[in-house]
């Protein structure tokens, strides 16, 4: 057989037709590169809408045309038609429902008014209605703005986090207009999820973790936990800033974080009846979460809250952000093949069970405040109330922590239980060195348990007068509101259309 | 060797001959490498999102009770030996890699004959206490019929992808697509 090179010397045709060959392939190869590459850069554009507005915009509407199902469903949080046993969306006035609420806060603006939070959509609508915020100017710092609205991220980005929390809460009144909206959980580039609140990260790294290391289904419940944990007012990081912080630094749990809170001496407030420096929990929903049985399972919030549904041939995520118990068949009944009835009946029962604790846990500490304050009036030495005082604020803690985070009898019933089993055994112990004290005072009786039967009574036996903080917030809503939308809107006139 | 070594080009057209077989080598490189190839030989059910396509089929995977438990090929392949395991792997990858690359896709995508086999025998691995439990069974007539003539998702027809499954279905959906290819620093030289 000749060689290649030799036919071609005789047949240069040959020669030829191998180039032609080859270019053939390698055409063909670049061709076959370039569909990959395509087809890949579809993937790109197929699931990225294309936005035209700024991750700096607030407004709800705007965003509608592009995500018609996510925006009708979001608009469902306006609904307060739904009431669970204990909780749902109807507006719920917890003082009225257990006014020894009022004497457990007294001192504190909590004892003034604390009506359970509607839906996202009437968030800037109810810090502005609460009487806790008051009139102009305000007792509140702006740092309660923080997690209101998709204006928060917008001011935040002119003035840093330390210059937003800075002043009065009525100071940015003005420029916080639109309730709980897009941007606060996506990013407007991708609508990728995002942390747009610096506190949570701020956390994070105080942990020594990385968010953005997050994955996206702990994202589904990272967006969440921007707001939805246990945080306090700083005030020794920056002069004159309530610097928003998540006591996170030794850990999550309720000792974790009192243990931090006793190390740099703080407190939310001094009790107005046991003088006792009180912790105020707020809503340590994600913390608790974390330790219960459907995280260990690999569950996000939105999982629950949020889950998939099915609409004329579309999946997506439904937005009316709710009670699970208001739509069990897409949230429980993925996993858990019973009847509705059934597992309504399963969360009833471990939110009665914790209740009913948390319940005597509260009279005690009714009690212990009481007494504390008969021990005072008696003559007590701040050297004889100490310990009593740090029982109380350790027990009320425990109690606030598992009554602030509305889910966290259901989201670990086993964790909650136990902290409000510590908690009683707090409360009785500040009530025994409390009797020992009072003997030693000349009252060896029962100290009489306040009649606190309605919040009325209760606010009255604190000493607030509510018809002058009424008349104030009143005076507030006709006068200063509507200002603030008619600002609010002249500037949303300048935005992109 | 003796069709090897006529493949040897004469000492002048050697180096025109490396070159055009790195340019060959260096495009089927490139091929190799955009489209993840690596990726398939593994079991994370990322690599199925290669193809943006199956984003339905994703993202009603990871909202369905069977993310916990469950990655694409636990119930896509065969699992009775790894010869069949990478055998099935690859015919179907295969055909899929060529539909997708002739863009010739159906709107709606059903599963195949050899494919529905391969689930179905999977269904029965997980949960064979549930259809072999004597408690759980009644027996008649038609017992034997009823056991095989259907396949499980006859009756649980949302298991775990829902009924409807378009590649319209999930608008938006947030899942693990492959970003651009092109690295960072190669981006910002370029801007």
């Known amino acids: 057989m000749r060689s290649v090179q030799e036919i071609i010397k005789e047949r240069p045709w040959v020669g030829w037709i191998i180039f032609l060959a080859t270019t053939v392939v390698v055409f063909l190869l670049g061709m076959l590169a370039s569909s990959i590459i395509e087809r890949r850069a579809e993937a790109v554009f197929a699931y990225t809408p294309e936005i035209k507005y700024p991750e700096t915009e607030p407004r709800l509407d705007v965003w509608k045309d592009l995500f018609p199902r996510e925006y009708d469903t979001y608009l469902k949080t306006a609904d307060t038609g739904f009431r669970s046993r204990y909780n749902g969306s109807a507006q719920i006035d917890m003082l009225e429902e257990s006014p020894r609420m009022v004497v457990l806060w007294a001192g504190y603006s909590f004892s003034k008014d604390y009506r359970q939070g509607r839906g996202h959509l009437h968030a800037v609508e109810d810090i502005r209605n609460t009487l806790r915020t008051g009139g102009v100017p305000s007792p509140q710092p702006n740092t309660c703005w923080t997690c209101k609205s998709p204006d928060v991220p917008r001011v935040m980005k002119e003035t840093g986090a330390a210059g937003f929390y800075s002043g009065t809460w009525d100071t940015k009144g003005k420029e916080i207009i639109n309730p709980i909206g897009c941007t606060d959980c996506h990013d407007a580039k991708t609508m990728n999820l995002r942390i747009s609140r610096p506190a949570l990260v701020e956390a994070f790294e105080s942990r020594g973790i990385d968010i953005s290391k997050a994955t996206h289904q702990e994202m589904r419940s990272l967006v969440c936990a921007q707001c939805h944990v246990e945080y306090y007012f700083n005030k020794q990081k920056i002069e004159g800033v309530q610097y928003l912080t998540f006591p996170w630094q030794k850990g999550m749990s309720t000792e974790d974080m009192e243990s931090y809170y006793d190390e740099m001496e703080f407190s939310d407030w001094t009790h107005a009846l046991s003088r006792a420096p009180m912790l105020k929990a707020q809503h340590p929903d994600y913390e608790v979460f974390l330790t219960g049985v459907h995280a260990s399972r690999g569950i996000s919030c939105a999982d629950c809250h949020m889950p998939f549904i099915s609409e004329g041939g579309q999946k997506f995520t439904d937005h009316h952000l709710q009670s699970p118990l208001n739509n069990v068949a897409n949230s429980c009944q993925v996993c858990h093949r019973e009847e509705t009835d059934r597992l309504i009946q399963d969360v009833y029962l471990r939110q009665d069970k914790i209740i009913e604790n948390r319940d005597e846990l509260e009279k005690l500490l009714v009690r212990c405040h009481v007494e504390a304050k008969t021990a005072w009036d008696l003559g007590a030495t701040e050297n004889q109330m100490k310990d009593i005082l740090q029982c109380i604020r350790k027990a009320q803690w425990r109690w606030d922590f598992s009554a602030a985070g509305h889910g966290n009898s259901f989201h670990s019933p086993v964790e909650t239980g136990r902290i409000i089993t510590r908690g009683i055994t707090y409360a009785l112990e500040a009530r025994v060195l409390l009797a020992r004290v009072l003997a030693s005072l000349g009252n060896n009786r029962e100290v009489p348990y306040p009649d606190i039967s309605t919040k009325a009574k209760a606010q009255a036996f604190i000493g607030l007068d509510m018809k002058k903080l009424n008349e104030e917030k009143n005076a507030f809503l006709k006068n200063v509101v509507p200002r603030w939308l008619r600002e609010g809107q002249e500037r949303e006139e300048g935005y992109l259309k | ?191």
Not at chain 2, 2 to 29: C, E, N, T
Not at chain 2, 46 to 67: D, F, G, K, L
Not at chain 2, 131 to 137: F, K, Y
């Open chain 2, 1 to 191: 060797m003796h069709i090897l070594q006529k493949l040897i080009p004469p000492d002048r057209w050697k180096l025109p001959v490396i070159i055009a077989g790195a340019v060959f080598s260096g495009l089927s490189l490139y091929a190799f490498w955009i489209s993840n190839a690596p990726s398939y030989l593994g079991d994370k059910p990322e690599t199925c999102v290669n193809c943006h396509i199956m984003a339905p089929q994703y993202a009603t995977w990871s909202h369905s009770s069977h993310r916990e438990v469950t990655h694409c090929n636990d119930c896509h392949v065969p699992h009775n030996n790894v010869v069949s395991k990478y055998y099935f792997k690859a015919k179907d990858g295969l055909r899929h890699a060529t539909i997708f690359t002739l863009r010739t896709e159906p709107q709606v995508i059903f599963i195949k004959d050899a494919g529905k086999e391969v689930v179905h025998k999977n269904c029965i691995r997980c949960h064979r206490d549930l259809i072999t439990d004597s408690r759980l069974m009644g027996y008649n007539n038609i017992t034997q019929e009823n056991r095989e003539s259907r396949e499980c998702w006859d009756c649980h027809m949302e298991t775990p992808h829902g009924s409807v499954n378009s590649l319209s279905s999930v608008p938006w959906a947030r899942v693990p697509l492959p970003l651009s290819p092109v690295p960072d620093w190669l981006d910002k030289l370029v801007e």
